[in-house]
């Protein structure tokens, strides 16, 4: 301190010297130390610093004050309280000085100080703020002196626009002080007070907004002027506090309208277009009646140009020459400094452009009523609107995309629908936005070139009969010697989109000018020029010689092959060239090989060698490794045997690195070169392959794992005589994940066929019995106790051995399967019907025989062992659950294997054996889930009518297990027979049972999957007829028709979204707490309070979640929060799932939220208030933890919304949080956790689809 203190003397003694270098660099020295986070100043070196630099901002010398006022900055945080307010009041007083130099630097000093203030320290901001606003105030109000006004006005805004919510008591002042500047005579202050206000309005109280609007609704009938800055005014509190305005809109927007019909006033119509910009994005649900008046507005203003004459310039450009370097520019004819007409025209096309962006649900209007005028207006002028009207064009595209996308077919749409539309106007754009392509001005191409590239991801192939048009402006952009490397990139870069997304034989006319062309963007000098001219080159090669199907090359294209080749070789060799550049230089060698690899057979030896130096390279190994595996997959099998011998070495020691990408890639790249060049890979080459491979089969990293098996069956099945080498790590691995329970799906079908082909190798130790042996050991050791003597002194507090998950007994079965069909399964059949027979095996290996036994009946016939039967109908009486549901499954998957005899005798026990109804309909849904062949249902169609009858039979039952079994069967059969079934279910609605509704409804939703089906076309006509259940007076038959058309909204939300306007009604009436459905049980001394419509909330509200990922833009957000914030005040699971929804809401739909923040603010501040009573259970107090933890999640989210943070009831919250220990505690875990992120323990578990 000592010495730092020293130090600062040293240096204030030089700032008094009369020379300025010795001013300048002390000065210099002070703010460099101040920068410093270790920098400490005793209470007289802040004194005398403050002092100092105050003095200094009068300095004679310039580049001493400036320096100075640098050194504000980080001295505020480094300083005392008192010390800051000694700053602040001599740069108010300097402020208001005579000196204009003086008030200028004064100015900027306290901007800085302002800037500076950390937000986390309130009171020092809050106490700075206060002492700053009164003097700002009366110098807006009272001072003459313009220049003073304007300083004033400008670090109020800054003020405001930081410290808003501080400054509540001076907000009345501020507001009268401000207000009358509206009405100065200098535009520079009237636009000044417009910006303070702006930002006065985001955080001031509700009387003294609503002073304000009716302020500004009454100076509208003023003069011109006036008139102006008062719409610039409601335009500029929209854009800060858009979620404020909306209830005045009614009274400002008629007259408003009035505004932009006024003769020979350009600036006011602009002003006005803004205003009703700023309303569409702000205010998106009050605006919605006037949207069509304004929409009418935006496309005649679109047009106003009065003082050009188009149709001549028109006829102008049809013969214009592209090469023609005379400087003809039109727009030096009309040119007119007076005309601000394109103010108008862009202000125009901006709010074309909010509109597209907002309104979703126009896309049919705006492109019946805005896309054709857009399209004509192509050919405007001014180069600014032109680029504001393409992006309004790209907006209403991008609209679009969302609709496209979930179609299976463009083409076959009806006529009306927006995609068709747009179809149909395809010509009409090319033929206009090709006329731009002609245009000098590089803004228009890359504009054209923008628009152009989103119509191709939209309509895929749209542009196949247009290629001729748009070829020409594409050379044009990439060969103009005026063209800049921005033009280049941007062209390349929609080439590079334009030519996948079109039958490669449409360009083969234009190859002679496209790929000189490109290749000389490949030898340019600009590395982002090449990079983009190599993704091309790669995709130019696949039009040369598509390989789907496979066709010999033309003889024509061959010198364009030698080009490409040669212009991507020159990269390749580089070594002191940009990263992004050596990467695709080496994918298009990569493709070129693939495709053309046996046109450059002579060529081979001097890439190649490129290609294993590239690969002992560690920044481009992965993108060579990609490279090769391509090359190698050629079905042209390209010549690499003699680079093999080098490179699968250094393949197999990738797959010991520490990079996952690398290990995929290389995987993927040795199971190729395993297949197509089996004849070169040796035995040494597959024993270094397999010291590799044990580490990557791990539950850790299950991609990996599969990618591993993959290889390893490659290897075995080409080199049999080498799975010697798998017989310690890899099978020791390979047991280990097999009792994971995370195994299933593709690596547990790798792991089988890796199993199938080593029993089949005949690898000594590794036999058909010897796997066997190896397979069941887990299962026997699980059932076997630890019986060993224990050490003396230690407990027995657990088996030494793991107990062996659920899971692991079912992929063990399934591998016994495998394995057992491949050699002599009625063996082994035999042998477990035997020992199940014995009655003396433990109840682990009882469950694994039966599941061993449904997986081998379903690939296999075993109606010829008569045990069969008696033995998994005997373990239906079994004590265990586990050996029920095995039994069940096991005979389900036998009758699989033969439905002729198996079928009718799992229908005969159904109807007979009652008590074992459950089990058996869990059969049946079992045989009806495995009808996947063709050849199997055909054998199963027959007993549909007979089976279906037995289920209808069944759906009065009074169990609900029993009645979800017979609900999934009905899905299912559903599914295989749709046309007649569909409408059976539909005929059981009229029943006047509640529990068959339910059970109707509920095999509905399983007839909803996440995969196309045929079922889909006739369940979009049918589904309103079971949403109309919503309306059941049955609580249940409601609940479950919710849980419906929410597996619909999740899976296949085209089902339902045209319905939503009818559905959304009752859904939100099931969001309401019912007293009726609240009821009081007594449980011996104790009342409990049952809710029975609790369940049908929770449904609802699960729903509306669901929604918001599906059917967002079909959603009235405003409806929907309403029905959110009901929720938030709701039992302890449905206010789980509100805060949830606040934080989608929050990312989704911003500025709706914005609107109801206070709204949303008070029933979570009342959650994170309440108290647990003391004497509650354990239990109690976490629930009530995790739902406060929640619903910071919730204000979180809240405070990321822009413009929240203006908030004065949220701002209130955060503050009393932070004020108490606790809950500032439990804030800062959960904003360590992600805050708003969705995932955590917390998170309620939503209804399994």
């Not at 203190?5 to 030089?14: D, G, H, P, V, W």
């Not at 690195?657 to 035995?683: E, F, G, H, M, P």
Request: charge should be negative.
């Amino acid at each position: 301190m000592a010495n730092m203190s020293f130090q600062i003397a040293n240096l204030l003694e030089k700032m008094l010297s009369t020379d300025k270098d010795f001013r300048f660099m002390a000065t210099n020295d002070l703010m460099t130390e101040l920068q410093k986070d270790s920098i400490k100043l005793d209470d007289d070196s802040e004194k005398k610093v403050v002092k100092m630099l105050l003095r200094l901002l009068e300095d004679q010398n310039g580049e001493v004050q400036n320096l100075a006022v640098k050194c504000l900055g980080p001295l505020v945080a480094k300083v005392k309280e008192v010390q800051v307010e000694t700053i602040v009041d001599t740069l108010c007083t300097n402020m208001m000085s005579d000196k204009e130099q003086l008030r200028d630097i004064s100015s900027i000093g306290l901007k800085t100080v302002i800037v500076e203030l950390p937000p986390s320290a309130t009171t020092l901001a809050a106490g700075i703020s206060r002492r700053i606003t009164g003097r700002l105030t009366n110098a807006v109000a009272k001072q003459e002196d313009v220049s003073v006004q304007l300083e004033a006005l400008d670090i109020l805004a800054d003020l405001l626009s930081r410290f808003g919510t501080l400054l509540v008591s001076f907000h009345q002042a501020i507001q009268t002080s401000l207000l009358p500047q509206l009405v100065s005579k200098r535009l520079a202050v009237r636009k000044r007070s417009i910006m303070a206000i702006g930002y006065l309005v985001s955080c001031c109280n509700s009387v003294l907004f609503e002073d304000i609007m009716h302020y500004l609704l009454k100076g509208l009938d003023g003069n011109k002027d006036t008139t102006r800055t008062y719409i610039q005014c409601i335009g500029c509190i929209s854009r800060q506090a858009g979620h404020r305005i909306g209830p005045f809109l009614n009274e400002f927007i008629p007259q408003i309208m009035k505004f932009c019909n006024v003769d020979d006033d350009d600036e006011l119509r602009e002003y006005c277009i803004q205003a009703f910009e700023s309303f569409i994005l702000k205010s998106p649900k009050e605006i919605t009646d006037y949207v069509g008046k304004i929409l009418s507005l935006c496309l005649k203003y679109l047009s106003y140009d009065p003082n050009y004459n188009y149709d001549e310039d028109d006829e102008e450009m049809e013969g214009m020459d592209v090469d023609d370097d005379e400087d003809d520019d039109v727009d030096d004819d009309y040119s007119d400094d007076d005309d601000i007409s394109w103010k108008v025209r862009r202000a125009a096309a901006k709010c074309l452009n909010a509109v597209v962006t907002t309104r979703h649900h126009m896309l049919t209007q705006l492109y019946t009523d805005v896309s054709p005028i857009l399209i004509s207006r192509f050919k405007e002028r001014e180069e600014n609107v032109k680029s504001d009207i393409f992006q309004v064009y790209i907006s209403l595209l991008r609209q679009t995309k969302h609709i496209a996308s979930a179609l299976p077919n463009h083409k076959s749409v009806s006529e009306g629908h927006p995609v068709a539309r747009l179809r149909s106007q395809v010509p009409a754009i090319v033929k206009s936005v090709t006329r731009q392509l002609r245009e000098k001005s590089f803004k228009t191409r890359q504009s054209c070139f923008s628009l152009l590239a989103e119509l191709t991801v939209v309509l895929s192939g749209c542009l196949s009969d247009h290629v001729s048009s748009i070829i020409p402006g594409v050379i044009y952009s990439l060969t103009d010697k005026n063209s800049n490397s921005t033009m280049k990139i941007d062209t390349l870069s929609f080439l590079n989109i334009l030519i996948p997304n079109q039958p490669g034989q449409v360009f083969h006319q234009h190859l002679g000018v496209l790929i000189p062309a490109v290749v000389a963007a490949v030898k340019d000098s600009f590395y982002k020029i090449v990079s983009e001219a190599l993704l091309v080159s790669q995709q130019l090669v696949q039009v040369l010689r598509p390989l789907e199907p496979l066709q010999p090359l033309s003889p024509e294209f061959s010198p364009y092959v030698k080009q490409l080749y040669e212009c991507t070789l020159i990269r390749l060799r580089a070594a002191d060239i940009d990263q992004e550049v050596k990467e695709r230089a080496i994918s298009c060698m990569g493709r070129l090989l693939c495709n053309v690899g046996d046109a450059l057979s002579t060529e081979l030896p001097v890439c190649l060698p490129i290609f294993i130096d590239r690969l002992r390279n560690e920044i481009t190994r992965l993108t060579v490794v990609k490279a090769l595996t391509l090359a190698a997959s050629s079905p042209l099998k390209v010549e690499l045997s003699s680079y093999l011998t080098e490179a699968v070495p250094i393949l197999a020691s990738f797959l010991r690195k520490n990079n996952r990408a690398l290990k995929l890639a290389t995987l993927k790249c040795l199971d190729v070169l395993v297949w197509n060049y089996s004849s070169i890979i040796t035995l040494g080459m597959v024993s270094q392959v397999l010291q590799e491979c044990g580490p990557l089969i791990s539950e850790s990293d299950l991609h990996i794992s599969q990618l591993t098996l993959t290889l390893l069956t490659s290897l075995c099945k080409v080199h049999p005589s080498a799975m010697t080498g798998v017989k310690g790590d890899i099978m020791a691995q390979l047991f280990l994940l097999m009792k994971s329970p995370l195994l299933q799906g593709a690596v547990l079908q790798s792991m089988l066929e890796f199993l199938y082909c080593l029993s089949a190798s005949n690898t000594p130790g590794l036999a058909f019995a010897d796997l066997m042996t190896l397979l069941t050991q887990p299962i026997h050791e699980s059932a076997t106790p630890t019986t060993s003597p224990l050490p003396s002194g230690t407990q027995a507090t657990s088996a030494s051995r793991p107990p062996l998950h659920k899971q692991a007994f079912h992929s063990i079965a399934k591998c016994v399967a495998a394995l057992a069909l491949a050699h002599n399964a009625d063996q082994v059949v035999e042998e477990f019907l035997a020992k199940l027979n014995d009655g003396r095996q433990s109840e682990s290996i009882q469950l694994f025989f039966l599941l061993s036994l449904g997986e081998i009946g379903r690939r296999k016939d075993l109606s010829s062992h008569s045990q069969l039967e008696p033995v998994i109908l005997g373990a239906f009486s079994s004590p265990n659950e586990d050996i029920k549901t095995a039994a069940s499954s096991a005979l389900g998957a036998v009758a699989v294997g033969n439905l002729t005899k198996y079928l009718p005798f799992v229908l005969r026990e159904i109807g007979s054996q009652t008590r074992r109804q459950y089990l058996l309909l869990h059969s049946l849904k079992e045989i009806i889930s495995c009808e996947s062949n063709s050849q199997l249902i055909e054998t199963f169609r027959p007993h549909i009518t007979e089976i279906w009858q037995m289920l209808m039979s069944h759906s009065e039952c009074q169990e609900e297990g029993t009645r979800n079994v017979v609900a999934e069967c009905l899905g299912k059969l559903t599914l295989l027979q749709p046309d007649p079934l569909l409408g059976y279910l539909q005929d059981q609605l009229g029943s006047p049972s509640p529990l068959t509704k339910a059970t109707v409804i509920t095999a509905v939703k399983f007839t909803i999957t996440d995969q196309p089906q045929a079922i889909d076309e006739i369940l979009t006509g049918a589904i309103n007829t079971f949403l109309s259940c919503l309306r059941d007076p049955d609580l249940n038959v409601r609940r479950v028709a919710l849980v419906m058309f929410n597996s619909a909204a999740h899976n296949k939300p085209g089902l339902i979204r045209d319905l939503l306007t009818s559905v959304l009604p009752l859904l939100y009436k099931e969001t309401k707490v019912r007293k009726d459905l609240i009821r009081e049980v007594e449980m011996g001394p104790f009342k409990h309070t049952v809710d029975d419509g609790l369940d049908l909330r929770k449904a609802a509200f699960e729903c509306m979640y669901t929604l918001l990922d599906s059917c967002l833009d079909r959603v009235d957000i405003f409806e929907f929060l309403n029905h959110v914030e009901e929720g938030l005040s709701d039992h302890y699971d449905v206010k789980m799932l509100t805060y949830l929804m606040v934080v989608r809401l929050a990312n989704l739909s911003p500025g709706p939220v914005l609107q109801r923040v206070e709204r949303l603010v008070v029933p979570i501040k009342k959650t994170c208030d309440t108290k647990v009573r003391t004497n509650s259970v354990k239990q109690e107090f976490e629930k009530h933890d995790e739902l406060k933890r929640s619903a910071l999640r919730a204000i979180i989210a809240l405070q990321g919304v822009p413009g929240a943070e203006k908030n004065q009831q949220l701002s209130d919250f955060i503050s009393q949080i932070k004020s108490s220990h606790d809950m500032s505690v439990l804030y800062s875990s959960v904003q360590k956790d992600g805050g708003s992120s969705l995932s955590g323990s917390g998170e309620p578990r939503l209804m399994e689809f």
